[in-house]
T-cell receptor, first 111, second 113 residues
């Protein structure tokens, strides 16, 4: 069966520090991968999606970036965090345009 | 622009009763998919049920069913025999053009014993 792992679960970072969140999927090949952000009490906003290795599409201009170095690995990064980057980050996978399955999420607090 | 509207910020239901969570959507796509997810306090988004726009019957998954009214562009989630563990945020979503999900703002369901 397929599983998705996302870490860390919680992160507290100072403003201006770098960020790296990792997501890996097991049990499937060539998944579509997604990064979403959820502000407190709100729905999810798509940040990045990827349909293959090295293929990244960005939905929201910001100081975040994403990379897909391996088929089942998706990384969200920032060189310098802003206060506004605080939120709940969720990684998801799907096969083609089918149901998306989410990781457990990372709560990021930028102080 | 595609938009998902959930007009109920919060709902209360008595344990063992049924509850309906509302969802309406905007779209000009001839074919589309609609989803419901549950988000407990832990934060993980849990897939509940899917409805395709060309599906002839309303989707059902255990205690969850989807009341799909295409002409009215509504896709309400019905939870039968509510349980305490059903207390959570519920999000309606529609598949976007990139395969991503476009979410509503959610409904917080509280099940009372």
């Amino acid at each position: 069966s397929q599983t998705i792992h996302q870490w860390p679960a919680t992160l507290v970072q100072p403003v201006g520090s770098p960020l790296s969140l990792e997501c890996t999927v097991e049990g499937t090949s060539n998944p579509n991968l997604y990064w979403y952000r959820q502000a407190a009490g709100r729905g999810l906003q798509l940040l990045f999606y990827s349909v293959g290795i090295g293929q990244i599409s960005s939905e929201v201009p910001q100081n975040l970036s994403a990379s897909r170095p391996q088929d089942r690995q998706f990384i969200l990064s920032s060189k310098k965090l802003l206060l506004s980057d605080s939120g709940f980050y969720l990684c998801a996978w799907s096969l083609f345009m089918n149901i998306q399955y989410f990781g457990a999420g990372t709560r990021l607090s930028v102080l | 622009a595609q938009k998902i509207t959930q007009t109920q910020p919060g709902m209360f239901v008595q344990e063992k009763e049924a509850v309906t969570l509302d969802c309406t959507y905007d779209t000009s796509d001839p074919s589309y998919g609609l989803f419901w997810y549950k988000q407990p306090s832990s934060g993980e988004m849990i897939f509940l049920i899917y409805q395709g726009s060309y599906d002839q019957q309303n989707a059902t998954e255990g205690r969850y069913s989807l009341n799909f009214q295409k002409a009215r562009k509504s896709a309400n989630l019905v939870i039968s025999a509510s349980q305490l563990g059903d207390s959570a945020m519920y999000f309606c979503a529609k598949r976007g053009s990139q395969g991503n999900l476009i979410f509503g703002k959610g409904t917080k369901l509280s099940v009372k014993p």
